[in-house]
């Protein structure tokens, strides 16, 4: 079994448990593959989360203090990597990376400075969007409507400039892994009304939001979401299929049907399986729930993992896994 994003308490704000008890965690399950991918730090003080501002008393110091905790997380996971290489009892390898967010320019430009000069730690990334409008769009539900408002609340708007945004960090980053891709839905409400020709929301001619499939409904949002798979494609990367999305009581993982069905026409149907973890009651969490969806739901044939070169040559290559043989995974019997 494979997790290719996780957080920890000791390196993310809103992370709960130390890395080492995660750690622990993960040797239990027994799990064939887990990546630690910490963010890349933010540069920029409007980036900065109301959860960070007891990092530091300045905005300076707060951005210092990102940059160090990144560089000790670099550490720490080598060190964990190397704890684990040498035990013949313990199947799990560790690949370490980093989620890099398209917050904007000066961030993506900085973080693939981060990746080449630290390419001997990092082997790959995870490519996400969190940011609408430069709004963070997975913080609260406030923020989200701020993020909607600044669209003058018209929910097309908002979804094209989403994948926009997506489509900028994946032309200049193209990471191998690609975030939770409908990370917009955390907060979309699902009474909101909206008018189905023009996207605005609130009005009275509008229906709920819920009974609307919003990748389908308006081509000018399809064809920016094929657009993005194909791109994917061209480079070879796979989507990441994320279960936080059924931890926070969403009905379905990031990504939904529609877009899996979308991924599997345009991307050479290439997943692989994330839990996202923050703490340790979230490694592995919902996975029984996501293997019904793997299994009965998107009836994938298989299913995508990294894995790491074995010296001298110093590289990352994506697997593929029969489905059979993931149905059958002894990790399966721990959880
Ligand atoms: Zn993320
Ligand atoms: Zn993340």
Redesign the pocket.
């Known amino acids: 079994m494979h997790s290719h994003?996780s957080?920890s308490g000791d390196y993310c704000a809103h992370g709960v448990d130390p890395l080492n008890s995660m750690i622990d965690r993960v040797i239990n399950l027994n799990f064939q593959t887990y990546c630690l991918?910490e963010h890349i730090p933010r540069v920029e003080s409007k980036f900065i989360y109301p959860e960070e501002l007891a990092l530091g008393k300045t905005s300076d110091d707060i951005i210092t203090s990102l940059e160090t905790s990144f560089k000790n997380f670099m550490s720490h996971a080598q060190k964990i990597k190397a704890r684990y290489a040498g035990k013949p009892d313990v199947r799990t390898k560790f690949i370490i990376g980093t989620?890099i967010e398209s917050c904007d320019m000066v961030h993506i430009e900085y973080a693939k400075r981060v990746m080449r000069e630290n390419s001997d730690i990092l082997k790959f990334c995870?490519g996400?969007v969190h940011h609408v409008n430069g709004i963070p769009i997975d913080f609260d539900q406030e923020q989200w409507y701020n993020s909607l408002h600044s669209f003058n609340d018209n929910l097309k708007d908002f979804l094209l400039s989403y994948f926009q945004s997506q489509y900028e960090m994946l032309t200049n980053i193209e990471p191998l892994v690609v975030?939770h891709f409908d990370l917009f839905k955390l907060f979309l409400p699902n009474d909101m009304l909206v008018n189905q020709k023009s996207g605005q929301c609130n009005e009275e001619t509008g229906v709920p939001v819920a009974s609307l499939d919003v990748i389908n409904e308006w081509p000018e949002v399809y064809h920016s979401v094929v657009r993005n798979l194909q791109f994917i494609d061209s480079y070879g990367g796979a989507i990441e299929i994320n279960t936080s999305a059924l931890r926070k009581g969403l009905k379905e993982p990031y990504p939904s049907k529609t877009l899996c069905d979308l991924v599997k026409k345009h991307c050479g149907s290439r997943f692989v399986l994330s839990d996202?973890a923050h703490g340790v009651a979230q490694v592995g969490v919902c996975y029984d729930k996501v293997k019904k969806y793997i299994v009965d739901v998107l009836q994938l044939e298989h299913i995508c993992y990294l894995e790491e070169c074995q010296p001298p040559q110093n590289g990352i290559s994506l697997k593929k896994l029969p489905i059979t043989r993931f149905v059958n995974d002894p990790f399966w019997t721990n959880i």
């Open positions: 994003h957080h991918t989620e995870v996400s975030g996202d």
